[in-house]
């Protein structure tokens, strides 16, 4: 299994709703991302998880909260959004946080906030 | 800070044509990585090519070609025998090394170009 899976693929929210996004990978990779891309941009860094553990935050709001359950699973929970955080959420995992090359992204969640 | 450019923001090219995507980028670091993507409008980031600083030959992968020139700071990719499914946008990316975090990697993208395949 080389995939990275996302879902759900669609998502839309009021500002007072409370959602989260999946993110799960069986390729045994030890680092798992998030990262917000904007309509016309490119995808920038919001977390980074290594060995289960949150290693990196991008000075992510704090209605943004990422949970790493397992190895495998990679969960971002939303809370109290506003509608300029719309945008296409793509997961991704690779093999070790440090060093190496192959970074396999997911399909992406397109939330909208209304 | 690194940096990636991207100085086409859309390309045409005719099927079956070749075409190249410019990126030229910005790092003091003398070990670093160079990606291309390519992401079509369902959203997915789909791995291309990957160049390593210390690469002594250029990346090729079936249709993808990377001209590496390390003095020029450039990658660009050479798509051959260009197809419409290739109609997508492309990134050019680099890895980062987050130094003060214990040396954990994340990718900084450049702006994208838009690729249009005609028939």
């Known amino acids: 299994d080389t995939e990275v899976t996302q879902t759900p693929k669609h998502l839309v929210m009021g500002m007072t709703n409370k959602k989260s996004l999946k993110c799960e990978q069986h390729m045994g990779h030890r680092a798992m991302y998030w990262y917000k891309q904007k309509a016309k941009k490119p995808p920038e860094l919001m977390f980074v998880y290594s060995y289960e553990k949150l290693s990196i935050n991008e000075s992510v709001p704090s209605r943004f909260s990422p949970e790493c359950p397992n190895s495998s699973l990679l969960n971002l929970h939303l809370h109290a959004l506003q509608p300029e955080d719309s945008a296409l959420y793509l997961c991704?995992?690779?093999?070790?946080?440090?060093?190496?090359?192959?970074?396999?992204f997911g399909s992406g969640t397109r939330l909208t906030v209304v | 800070a690194q940096k990636i450019t991207q100085t086409q923001p859309g390309m045409f090219v005719q099927e079956k044509e070749a075409v190249t995507l410019d990126c030229t980028y910005d790092t003091s670091d003398p070990s670093y990585g160079l990606f291309w993507y390519k992401q079509p409008s369902s959203g997915e980031m789909i791995f291309l090519i990957y160049q390593g600083s210390y690469d002594q030959q250029n990346a090729t992968e079936g249709r993808y070609s990377l001209n590496f020139q390390k003095a020029r700071k450039s990658a660009n990719l050479v798509i051959s025998a260009s197809q419409l499914g290739d109609s997508a946008m492309y990134f050019c990316a680099m890895r980062e090394e987050l130094r003060l975090s214990g040396g954990y990697n994340k990718l900084i993208f450049g702006a994208g170009t838009r690729l249009a395949v005609h028939p």
């Open positions: 991704a995992s690779s093999q070790k946080p440090q060093g190496g090359y192959g970074y396999t």
